[in-house]
């Protein structure tokens, strides 16, 4: 028999049983172990040495043979690469020997050339080279960005260079730790499996490798698809050990995510979920790993930014079941998230869900389902000041109930310092349009002391709300202000029709030398 042809049948059976075996149809890497133990191992001992001193009559056929066996049939030499560095990496239980392993297998090329086989290669070892290159490339987690918690150390991947973001997908921090593993992406089918099991979810490492989105793949399709990929749910927890222990949430939140798919097309969706996409402590005691701990701590610094993102949809679920004393508006964690949902910019990236039955048929399509959870009033974005003081009067008013604002004490130190990071980020906005807010003076008069410290906003939209005169004065005493300013809408108000309002607008708008047109009344 011709040995050639014996080598490749061995060749096309290895690739094939991973091929066959190794892939999820959803583009996801849910590896079967059992494919993985299929493959047989990297030969431990060989017939000839690299010298060709022994083994046979052929010492070149030989050393052929065996690169072709740690290359192909060697695919068993990537088995343990591609198992455990994988299943370690998406359980978070990698203790970095993971990482070695990969990078022993990093470039099946570099093999080739190593054995002197880089040239000459026939047109059947080429695809057979790129076929496993592919899936060293596939079943390889998302190469670590510098300063990462399992490459550098954490102290530098908190440093990171990389800038949040409130309008970017690709390129800000928050997308950096989504492809880091710092946060976790959930696909909206793990919502559904639940469902159809009567389970609770899960916190995250007990979620199924499955039903994770792969980082690099979960920004990639954000940065596609922006709003319509991702999901952010702000809730309250209906008890200190599970968020939803009767799968009070869950029921609606499957129901929202599909007609949410049908809305805008999508087969699949991501989810942050804190509890599905944080490493949890879990209940009893600590399980998590040293690197899981970090993931959770840079994590859970930055994941809160996804419910001001414009490019990421913020679902409230803010029924509480009536047995539980502390609702929706009774807690600190919730002020900072429907604060920060309020104040993004964008249409159609919030949506607010009061009690209603997730099997109800009522609704003639998602059109019309989404429509009655939209926000009829937005809460204008506060300063760090004003936030503390409204946190103060919700514990207040708690204290009198005997109800707790937080059931951590450091929440208390940690709530408002998160707040004021984010409100940066607001203060930096080019862009903000508030149009159909229901505003009125009261509001104004809140939003003007925000609206002091945004010096690079170039637009601002007030359209469609109840401004009146004492409003229109405190937007006047702020133009001045404003140096970026070119762009001011106020259609739709009351305002517009007191020739007093308009008059005192257009004097300081012409006075600051805006752009004639900007103006809009």
């Known amino acids: 028999a011709d040995p050639s042809e014996d080598a490749r049948g061995v060749e096309e059976l290895h690739v094939g049983r991973f091929l066959a075996r190794g892939f999820d149809s959803r583009s996801s890497l849910a590896v079967d172990a059992r494919a993985v133990a299929a493959v047989p191992r990297q030969r431990e001992s060989r017939d000839t040495d690299v010298d060709g001193e022994a083994g046979g009559p052929d010492?070149?056929?030989?050393?052929?043979?065996?690169?072709?066996?740690?290359?192909?049939?060697?695919?068993?030499?990537?088995?343990?690469?591609?198992?455990?560095?994988?299943?370690?990496?998406?359980?978070?239980?990698?203790?970095?020997?993971?990482?070695?392993?990969?990078?022993?297998?990093?470039?099946?090329?570099?093999?080739?050339?190593?054995?002197?086989?880089?040239?000459?290669?026939?047109?059947?070892?080429?695809?057979?080279?790129?076929?496993?290159?592919?899936?060293?490339?596939?079943?390889?987690?998302?190469?670590?960005?510098?300063?990462?918690?399992?490459?550098?150390?954490?102290?530098?991947?908190?440093?990171?260079?990389?800038?949040?973001?409130?309008?970017?997908?690709?390129?800000?921090?928050?997308?950096?730790?989504?492809?880091?593993?710092?946060?976790?992406?959930?696909?909206s089918s793990y919502f559904e499996d639940c469902m159809l099991h009567n389970r609770p979810f899960a916190m995250r490492q007990l979620i199924p490798n499955s039903f994770m989105w792969r980082g690099d793949e979960a920004v990639d399709l954000w940065w596609r698809h922006g709003k319509c990929f991702v999901l952010v749910v702000s809730y309250a927890w209906l008890s200190p050990n599970h968020p939803d222990p009767h799968q009070v949430h869950l029921r609606r939140l499957v129901r929202i995510l599909e007609e949410y798919k049908k809305l805008w097309n999508m087969q699949e969706v991501a989810v942050i979920l804190d509890y599905c996409s944080l490493w949890q402590k879990g209940v009893l005691k600590d399980t998590r790993t040293n690197e899981q701990k970090d993931q959770f701590n840079t994590g859970f610094s930055e994941i809160n930014f996804a419910y001001a993102h414009k490019a990421i949809t913020s679902v409230q679920l803010v029924e509480v079941p009536r047995e539980n004393p502390r609702k929706y508006d009774d807690r600190g964690w919730t002020l900072l998230e429907s604060v920060l949902i309020d104040?993004?910019?964008?249409?159609?990236?919030?949506?607010?869900?009061?009690?209603?039955?997730?099997?109800?048929?009522?609704?003639?399509?998602?059109?019309?389902?989404?429509?009655?959870?939209?926000?009829?009033?937005?809460?204008?974005?506060?300063?760090?000041?004003?936030?503390?003081?409204?946190?103060?009067?919700?514990?207040?008013?708690?204290?009198?109930?005997?109800?707790?604002?937080?059931?951590?004490?450091?929440?208390?130190?940690?709530?408002?310092?998160?707040?004021?990071?984010?409100?940066?980020?607001?203060?930096?906005?080019?862009?903000?349009?508030?149009?159909?807010?229901?505003?009125?003076?009261?509001e104004v008069a809140i939003f003007a002391e925000v609206l002091g410290k945004c010096d690079r906003l170039e637009e601002l939209r007030l359209n469609d709300n109840r401004i009146n005169l004492e409003g229109a004065s405190l937007l006047a005493k702020r133009i001045p202000q404003l140096p970026a300013l070119k762009t001011l809408g106020l259609r739709g108000n009351p305002l517009c029709r007191d020739s007093q309002a308009t008059d005192l607008l257009r004097l300081v708008w012409t006075k600051e030398n805006r752009p004639v047109r900007g103006l809009t009344l």
Request: charged fraction near 30%.
């Open 59 to 187: 010492p070149g056929l030989d050393r052929e043979r065996d690169a072709e066996e740690e290359t192909f049939g060697g695919l068993g030499g990537l088995d343990a690469g591609f198992g455990t560095t994988w299943g370690s990496w998406t359980s978070g239980a990698s203790d970095g020997r993971c990482l070695s392993r990969a990078s022993s297998k990093a470039s099946v090329a570099g093999t080739l050339r190593r054995d002197g086989l880089s040239g000459g290669l026939s047109a059947h070892k080429a695809e057979m080279l790129r076929q496993t290159e592919e899936i060293h490339r596939l079943f390889t987690p998302a190469p670590l960005e510098e300063g990462s918690p399992m490459s550098k150390g954490p102290s530098k991947f908190r440093k990171s260079k990389v800038k949040s973001s409130l309008t970017i997908t690709k390129g800000c921090r928050l997308a950096q730790l989504i492809e880091n593993g710092c946060i976790g992406l959930v696909r």
């Open 343 to 442: 104040s993004k910019g964008g249409d159609w990236n919030r949506w607010t869900f009061g009690e209603f039955d997730p099997d109800s048929t009522q609704w003639a399509d998602s059109m019309v389902f989404f429509m009655q959870a939209r926000p009829t009033r937005l809460r204008p974005p506060l300063s760090p000041e004003a936030f503390a003081r409204e946190l103060e009067e919700r514990r207040v008013r708690l204290k009198a109930r005997g109800v707790p604002l937080f059931t951590n004490e450091r929440d208390n130190e940690e709530v408002p310092r998160q707040y004021a990071e984010i409100f940066l980020q607001v203060t930096h906005a080019v862009k903000l349009a508030y149009d159909n807010a229901s505003w009125s003076d009261s």
